[in-house]
Structures are given as C-alpha cells and as structure tokens.
C-alpha cells in the first residue's frame, strides 16, 4: 500500500508563493512519476505537473509555466510544488499522484495512488 499525504496549503494574496508538499510512504512504494493536479469549486480536475522519479524530467501545464516549479527528494520520498506570482484562478485544491508504470505525463488516468488533496486559496 502507498500513502500521499499533502501539507503546505493555505490562503495567500494574488502574487504570492506557496510550497507544498507532497510525502509518499508505503513498502511497496516504487514510483516512476509524479504529478499535481488541481480542482477548482465546480471544475474538473487538471493536470498541473509531473516529475520522473529517477531522472528528474519534469512536465508541466501551460498555465503555470515559468510561475509554478515541481522537484523531488528522492531519499525523503518527498515531491514538492512552489508556486509563485499566484494568481485568484490558482485557487483549488491540490492533489498529488504517483504511479509505479512506465506511461507519465498530464493524463491523470495513469496514476494510481492520490493523496486527500490541500486546498489553496489566492485571494485578489
């Protein structure tokens, strides 16, 4: 079994950064990816970015390129996401995703493993 918890959420003003966090444990834990989605209050859920475990390679939406980063610790099994020049329509709750097979990338459908999700809140 594999478990994600998510912390580092919150309420920040437009502009502002947040760093959230994303800590996998589990003895079967074997990662080869891991992503960020977001839901906003009646939405669907979007893909925000994904991280290869092993070399680093990361993946990231267009709407929070060159705002949002996304890296890992590999021996702290942790995935972190900073978000910076945050904007209202940043706001959603956060969720992070792993998946153990070779496929990675925006489609959510390829991870297996969801944490409870953070809520964040950009307020204008």
């Known amino acids: 079994q594999v478990q994600l918890v998510e912390s580092g959420g919150g309420l920040v003003q437009a502009g502002g950064s947040l760093r959230l966090s994303c800590a996998a444990s589990?003895?079967?834990?074997?990662?080869?990816?891991m992503g960020w989605f977001r839901q906003a209050p009646g939405k669907e859920r979007d893909f925000v970015a994904a991280i290869h475990w092993s070399t680093g390679t990361t993946w990231a939406a267009d709407s929070v390129k060159g705002r949002f980063a996304i890296s890992r610790d590999l021996a702290k099994k942790t995935m972190y996401l900073q978000m910076n020049s945050l904007k209202p329509e940043d706001t959603a709750v956060y969720y992070c995703a792993s998946t153990p097979s070779r496929s990675w990338g925006p489609n959510q459908e390829l991870y297996d493993y969801w944490g409870q999700g953070t809520q964040v809140t950009v307020s204008s």
């Open positions: 589990g003895r079967t834990f074997t990662s080869n990816a």
